[in-house]
């Protein structure tokens, strides 16, 4: 069977699993099944309700690791979609279901590439491993975040690290993501006191306290950002109030809100600026943070050069390094000193009804990721 052939069928075969975070639906027993006849020796670490694989060739270094997730969002509207999401069906030259390309392909082509890759090179240096989870698209708690602290505890050392999001723009391999921005959300919830809009004197309306402050953090320049991030953003996600009566001056308002910032920050910064802000407005309020992940950045060096090198070699295209969009895994691997980079299929269709890839860019993938272990082991 070609590589075109294998890189399908598995794809097809992982989306057919109905894997909705932080279910597996046996994603990565077929994965391990796999692995273990290419010589990995196979640890399954659940935790909680988490499944995570991490499988491993070789116990010299350096530890080349493919990292991923077999966990999918919800399908959502089953009627929107042309075909079931866990159906996977081949349609004018892209494979439709949910997960083709958020990161069943990416996965599939992993395990091909490896197969690929050590037929050819039974004697590679180095070692080579897959830290897969079910837990990227939830909390992200007990997936990759718990294996890194257990690998840690153990004295195992990533040194490089592919992961396989769906980087690319327009074109397979147009985009290497060699960093992520770090991400702070908040829900804070501000006190006042109900009461009748006709006795305003009454009542404490916290959406007149709130709003003012809002503003303010809405104006605030974070950051400039530098050569490698945009400046820090600050969104509001939402923002509740009210009894639903025109004529009752809420008792309290909640909202919810993100910042995604540069190295040129900090969490801790962050959340004592944020508070500096509120107390300035004198808000009866409290704030719970969620912390995401720390920045993180993988300059141009060994491992990235071996990923544009390879991209440009097996598809024509010189990629771009970026460190836009949402986070990923990357950030709890990132930080043990473990250079990180993220090379996938097209994300057009990643979260959305329909989602697709290009069948042909999946085998342009397995060969992509095996010519970056032959730039790194060989």
């Not at 990292?67 to 069906?89: C, I, K, N």
């Not at 039974?122 to 079910?134: E, K, R």
């Not at 309306?205 to 809002?214: D, G, M, V």
């Amino acid at each position: 069977m070609g590589d075109t052939d294998a890189t399908l069928e598995l794809a097809c075969e992982l989306i057919r699993r109905s894997s909705v975070t932080p279910e597996d639906a046996g994603c990565q027993a077929l994965m391990a099944e796999r692995l273990r006849k290419a010589g990995f020796e196979i640890e399954f670490l659940a935790f909680g309700e988490v499944s995570n694989l991490w499988a491993r060739r070789g116990s010299s270094a350096p530890l080349f690791v493919f990292a991923g997730h077999t966990d999918v969002v919800p399908p959502g509207p089953l009627e929107d979609w042309q075909s079931p999401p866990f159906e996977p069906e081949i349609r004018d030259g892209y494979l439709y279901g949910r997960g083709a390309a958020d990161m069943k392909g990416s996965l599939a082509a992993m395990v091909t590439a490896v197969e690929a890759f050590v037929s050819q090179h039974p004697d590679h240096a180095g070692s080579i491993a897959f830290l897969i989870t079910s837990d990227e698209e939830g909390p992200a708690v007990h997936g990759t975040r718990q294996v890194m602290e257990t690998l840690t505890e153990r004295g195992e050392k990533i040194d490089l690290c592919v992961v396989g999001e769906p980087s690319s723009a327009e074109h397979l391999g147009d985009t290497i993501k060699n960093g992520r921005r770090g991400s702070l959300g908040a829900l804070l919830r501000v006190h006042g006191r109900q009461g009748h809009v006709a006795y305003p004197h009454l009542a404490d309306n916290p959406l007149h306290r709130l709003t003012p402050a809002l503003a303010e953090l809405c104006a605030i320049q974070w950051d400039e950002g530098d050569e490698h991030f945009p400046p820090t953003s600050f969104q509001i996600t939402n923002l509740h109030s009210g009894t639903g009566a025109d004529n009752v001056i809420p008792g309290h308002a909640e909202v919810m809100f993100n910042l995604r910032y540069s190295p040129a920050l900090n969490a801790d910064l962050i959340r004592e600026k944020v508070t500096a802000v509120l107390e300035s407005h004198q808000l009866q309020y409290e704030l719970q943070w969620r912390h995401s992940g720390e920045p993180f950045i993988t300059p141009p060096g060994k491992l990235v050069d071996a990923m544009q090198s390879a991209v440009q070699e097996c598809t024509g295209v010189t990629p771009c390094l970026s460190t836009a969009g949402g986070t990923s895994d990357g950030r709890f691997i990132a930080p043990t000193g473990a250079e990180v980079a993220e090379l996938g299929p097209v994300n057009a269709t990643i979260h959305k009804v329909n989602e697709s890839v290009r069948v042909d860019d999946l085998e342009a993938l397995s060969r992509v990721y095996r010519n970056i272990l032959k730039h790194l082991l060989v």
